[in-house]
C-alpha cells in the first residue's frame, strides 16, 4: 500500500492567528476559480455577508474587495481566531449559496495570508486590493466597481 503524500504545512502557528493587532491580507478563492462572483447578486451577497455579519464584529477590516473568483480581505483579528472566523464564514456563505440555487463546491479549500510585517505599508496593500478591479479590467476607476472597501486612503 502506497502513503499519500503529506500536505505542505503553510500556517503559522494556529495561535498567530488570533493575536490582536497583527493585520493579514487574506485572499479566499472560489472552488476551481469559478467566475461566481460575475453575477451582481452573488457578489453583493458575499460583500454584505462581510460588512454586516462576523467578519466586520469579530475582526477589525481594514479593506475588502470581492473579485468574480476570490475575495480579498485585509484584517486584524480582535476576539476570535481568523482561521474559525474563515471557516464559519465559508460555511455560511455555502450553505446560502446553495440556498440561492447555487450548485457545486463554492470555496477552494483553505486559503492563502500573508502576514504584515511591521515594515510594510498598511496603505500599499489597501491600494494593492482597492485596484483589483482596475487591474483585472472590470473597472475604469477607484470608487467605480461596488464591492471593494477600505478604511485607509487610498490613490484615486
Request: hydrophobic share 45%; net charge negative; proline share 3%.
Amino acid at each position: 500500500m502506497h502513503e499519500l503524500p503529506k500536505r505542505k504545512a503553510i500556517r503559522l502557528d494556529r495561535s498567530v492567528y488570533g493575536t490582536e493587532g497583527i493585520v493579514f491580507h487574506l485572499i479566499i478563492r472560489t472552488h476551481d476559480k469559478r467566475l461566481l462572483f460575475a453575477d451582481h447578486a452573488l457578489a453583493k451577497f458575499i460583500f454584505d455577508s462581510i460588512m454586516n455579519g462576523p467578519v466586520a464584529s469579530e475582526a477589525h477590516l481594514l479593506a475588502v474587495c470581492v473579485m468574480p473568483d476570490h475575495v480579498h480581505l485585509l484584517l486584524q483579528a480582535l476576539y476570535t481566531n481568523l482561521i474559525d472566523l474563515v471557516g464559519r464564514w465559508k460555511i455560511y456563505t455555502t450553505n446560502s449559496l446553495h440556498e440561492m440555487e447555487v450548485n457545486g463546491e463554492i470555496w477552494q479549500r483553505s486559503f492563502y495570508d500573508h502576514m504584515m510585517r511591521a515594515d510594510e505599508d498598511l496603505q500599499v496593500a489597501a491600494d494593492y486590493i482597492t485596484n483589483n478591479p482596475i487591474k483585472a479590467g472590470i473597472a475604469a476607476e477607484v470608487g467605480e466597481y461596488p464591492y471593494v472597501w477600505t478604511r485607509c486612503q487610498t490613490n484615486r
